[in-house]
Each structure stands twice: as structure tokens, then as C-alpha cells.
């Protein structure tokens, strides 16, 4: 599996990473000789200043990380839903849609708003595949899954390519490998639950949450970074 190291966000484009929100920015560059009017000396400043990045970070991973594995036990229950036919299903879609507009909120933070409402539209697309994907398999149209399938993964590749270009330090093929198999563990999600094998079905949602909060990290590194 490709690797990322020292990842780092770069300017390119339309793409720019914007610096840490609010005044953290300018509290993790104080000036040396600067004077902590609250502390009143240096290193207790500098503590401070450690300090705010310390819980900068961990509040970040710990929402990073929480929406992605919402993520995953969100589309979990659609699939669920879908196959048993229950009348939850808007209401389970709806609220996929709506851990989108909140890891949207957080990525607004570090990203132009261009890229993340290009990012927003794939993913977006995204689900709409897996819906229509799953309720192909359920009615047992090979034909329209497969074609299903074809668009599905053409529009991972586009949410591939567009990540990709949000740091220099990842292998190239980063992001198209890890969605695959992103998608490889969904498909079979799927059939474990249609065909009603559940301790397998619990087996793989359990690696596609891996999947997912692997991803996750690379995004926190690299905007950390």
C-alpha cells in the first residue's frame, strides 16, 4: 500500500492551505523576545503557546476521525436499510448528506472554498453511486450494477486526483489505491449483508472503518504538517 511521509500541504493553482484559524497562527510564531503579557515571561509563554497547539490538534483528529467513522456506520445502516427494504432510508441518505456538510465545515477551515465544494460535489456523487449500486444488487440487475460500478469508480478516481494534489509527499498512487480498496470493502459489505452472513458482514465493516480512519490520519498529518 502506497505511503505518505512528512506529508505537507503546497500552494498550486487554486489550491492554497489556509494557516491555522483564528489567532493560533500568530501564537505559534510569537517572537522569541516576546513578552506573554498573561505569563509575563517567556517560557511560561512558550508553555502556553504549546499548549493551545496541543489541544489544536487533538480537537482537530478528534473530529477528523469521529465524522469518518460516522461515515462508516452511516452508510452501514443505508445498506442495511436498503436490503431489508425499511422506511428509514431517506431518512439514513439525509443524514449521510449531512456528515458531508460537516466534514465540509471542518475542511473550510484549511482549504479554499473552490476546492472544498469540488471535493463536496464528488463525494456527494459518492454516495448517490453506492445507493443506486446497492439497490442494483439487491434486485439482482448485474447489468445496471456493473454500469453502476464503472461510474462509481471513475468518480473515486476524480475525488482520487483531486486529493492528491493537496501535498507533495504522498506517493502518486496514493489516494486512487486507497479508494479502491475503500470501495473494494463496501462491495463486499454488500453482498455479506444480502446474503445475510453477518459475522463476515461485522468482520469487514470493522476493516472498512480501518480503511477509513487510515485515510482520515493522512488528511490530519498533512494539515499539521
Known sequence: MPECSKIKFFSSGNLNLKKYPND???????????????????????????????KFKINLTNKIRMLSSQHTAWIRMLITSIITDSKDEKFIAKRLIKNLVDINMVLKEFYLESVVV???E????????????IKAVN??????????EIEWKTNAIKVANLLKNFNSH?????WEVNLERYLGLIKSEIVYILNKDYEKSIIIYD?????????ADTIIEAILK
Open 170 to 174: 504522498c506517493d502518486k498512487n496514493y
Open 139 to 148: 434486485n439482482e440487475s448485474k447489468k445496471e450494477a456493473d454500469s453502476i
Open 207 to 215: 476493516e472498512i472503518e480501518k480503511q477509513n480512519l487510515y485515510m
Open 24 to 54: 493560533l497562527n500568530s501564537i505559534v510564531t510569537l517572537n522569541p523576545n516576546f513578552v506573554c503579557a498573561e505569563y509575563g515571561e517567556y517560557d511560561q509563554c512558550n508553555y502556553y503557546v504549546e499548549e493551545k497547539r496541543n
Open 118 to 120: 469540488k471535493l463536496s
Open 122 to 133: 464528488l463525494v456527494k456523487n459518492h454516495i448517490e453511486f453506492t445507493i443506486r449500486y
